[in-house]
């Protein structure tokens, strides 16, 4: 019997709770997750009688309690994907169709309350399939697997208005390319993907710096004949960009931090199969199936576009603040050593999330938070950078 399991953690991976089971069947897999606020979407595929089904579940409350099993798609090919921003929830669906395959999604304009008619974005008439897709703001990004001539190349597919209407299908390689997914960041849309060469695939990255509306020309990452790269997954946090792909010896990281111009050598992570990267302010977070696991790894200060200044001062680049008492029990008052102007403070809790934002001029503010017990992050960002602290709340 297989099984759709959920684990959270909420001290940014420190440590982990309970697995949950959401949903078993003899066929159930291929899962997907995508988070916004306190709301939680999956997706996964299974067998509906003859034919393989995409399926969906939602939680309102960060995983706490989930809401009934939904059937998104009953003739699906391959894998479902997700993906939210605020309300809008949209799932990709990969349909079979008489023996052509093609991708379809489907909107969600309350949080996954309710779906509206499913629409088709690919017109292939031949194999077209393992949609990605990315959302940031009303953009709403697709690339895909696409083999309308004899070679597999990867396409991609833009809408500016929450999905409701889509540009054209525009063909991003043009030799034997397979494997792709969208990596979001401002005006910037990244699509890694693999490029067959010399008899192995290397890992390549078609870029945008303006909303996709035209691509950068293609960069080689990886070189590696003889034994080859595939199945990157990227994130990008301005000019950091962090990919991780399965290489020689297995989870492999690769790491830029000039916007791509220049690449750190490779770093072997675990001897595993598909790894996932994601960060949250100064961490990195990497998952990958290792011997019938789910294994984690993370990196508290790899994601170098702010550093964590202890857990009562800030101190760098003759930036200088104080946050007492800390740990605090309803108040943290942060003083500076000169006067600010147009500064902003920023709370999030260990995962992320935003839990208040101050914008303000002067030298000393006091912050009064009525959140539960746990390790919360400030962050101070004006002319001179963006700087973090630990809070701790009692």
Not at 50 to 72: E, H, I, M, Q
Not at 97 to 103: D, R
Not at 331 to 358: C, P
Request: charged letters at 15%; aromatic letters at 10%.
């Amino acid at each position: 019997m297989a099984k759709i399991m959920y684990n959270q953690s909420t001290d940014m991976g420190i440590t982990w709770g309970t697995p949950v089971q959401l949903f078993s069947s003899l066929n159930c897999g291929f899962t997907a997750i995508a988070s916004c606020g306190s709301s939680v979407h999956i997706v996964w595929m299974d067998s509906l009688g003859s034919d393989r089904a995409s399926f969906y579940k939602r939680s309102s409350d960060n995983g706490a309690t989930w809401g009934p099993t939904v059937c998104l798609d009953s003739v699906t090919k391959f894998w479902p994907g997700i993906a939210c921003s605020n309300n809008l929830v949209i799932a990709t669906l990969n349909k079979d169709l008489s023996g052509n395959t093609e991708v379809f999604i489907k909107r969600s304009l309350d949080t996954g309350s309710t779906w509206l008619t499913e629409q088709r974005i690919s017109n292939a008439t031949n194999r077209s399939e393992d949609p990605a897709i990315n959302i940031l703001g009303g953009d709403v990004h697709l690339s895909w697997n696409d083999k309308r001539s004899d070679t597999m190349n990867i396409y991609y597919c833009h809408s500016s208005d929450s999905g409701a209407t889509w540009g054209p299908e525009t063909q991003l390689t043009t030799i034997d390319s397979y494997t792709s997914m969208v990596c979001l960041d401002g005006n910037h849309v990244d699509v890694p993907h693999g490029i067959r060469t010399a008899g192995a695939f290397d890992v390549w990255n078609s870029e945008s710096n303006d909303t996709g509306s035209t691509r950068l020309p293609d960069q080689q990452l990886t070189n590696t004949p003889a034994l080859g790269e595939i199945y990157p997954f990227m994130v990008r946090d301005g000019l950091n960009m962090h990919l991780v792909y399965i290489g020689p010896g297995g989870a492999n990281y690769l790491y830029s931090a000039d916007g791509g111009v220049s690449w750190d050598v490779p770093l072997l992570l675990s001897a595993s199969t598909q790894p996932f990267i994601a960060y949250t302010g100064c961490v990195l977070h990497v998952i990958f199936a290792n011997g019938g696991h789910i294994n984690y790894m993370r990196n508290p200060t790899g994601n170098s576009n702010c550093s964590v200044l202890g857990t009562n001062n800030f101190s760098e680049n003759n930036f200088e603040a104080s946050v007492f008492p800390n740990p605090f029990t309803s108040e943290a008052t942060i003083t500076f050593s000169e006067s600010q102007k147009n500064t902003a403070l920023k709370i999030s809790d260990a995962i992320g999330r935003e839990i208040k934002t101050i914008n303000f001029t002067g030298r000393q503010i006091t912050i009064d938070l009525n959140i539960k017990s746990g390790i919360y992050f400030v962050q101070v960002s004006n002319e001179r950078g963006t700087f973090t602290s630990k809070l701790i709340k009692e």
